[in-house]
């Protein structure tokens, strides 16, 4: 439109609109929102169906959002995150509702335990890569291919580089005076992963320790025959 205004500009004139009521809405979303990551600020509800937001409700108080689900009984249908505010509102609030997981975090989820699985059995990925690799036979070494080698020193990289700054928004959070627990919401991180990473002061990084006995070690002779008959 060519105006010239900030992002919080933006955001103080919607929030100063005032709110209308949203009829016929059998569906609604909600998440939090922030003036800037990191700073809770309220919740935001929108109708899924529509792609609209519907109101910009201040702060997250239970109270807040259940005495506007009273306010629109038609609702059948609660999207949320696991936030246990939203849960209890959406219970006392709108008890003939179903409330569901977002689709987003459900996505996101399904795209994140792939990369906890595999940084799980790093150690052993990297055993197997090994057992392939010393191969004392005169015919020629099957090796990894390189490709592969850097395909999975990249995701060691990039693991680490999303830990880091999960690690720096905790510690953003606990400087500014945010609890355990708050801060435990807002990251999705467990209270004793906020409270190890807090008191070590500087980043964690992951343990480099040896791998210990694993489920190949029964079979590492029969991995270094196998790989004489390749």
Known sequence: MGLRC???T??????????????GAPHVGIDEWAW??????????VNPDTHRPLVLLPGRDQRTLATWFRKYPEIQVVSRDRS????????????QARQVADRWHLLKNIGDEPERMMYRYMPLIRLVVRELSLKKSPEPEISVPVASLRRLERLKQHIRKK???????VM???????????????????RVTVS?????GTFPEMSTR?????????????????????
């Open 163 to 169: 830990r880091h700054q999960r690690w720096t928004e």
């Open 84 to 95: 246990g505010v939203y849960a209890t509102a959406a219970r006392e609030g709108a008890p």
């Open 10 to 23: 933006l955001l103080r004139r919607l929030i100063n609109t005032p709110e209308t009521k949203q009829s």
């Open 36 to 45: 800037h990551r990191g700073h809770c600020c309220g919740m935001l509800i």
């Open 6 to 8: 900030s992002a919080d």
């Open 196 to 200: 190890r990473w807090v008191g070590s």
């Open 210 to 230: 040896p791998p210990k006995r694993g489920l190949l070690d029964p079979w590492r002779e029969w991995v270094k025959r196998a790989t004489r008959m390749w």
């Open 172 to 190: 953003a959070l606990h400087n500014k005076g945010c609890s355990f627990r708050e801060i435990s919401r807002i990251t999705g991180l467990s």
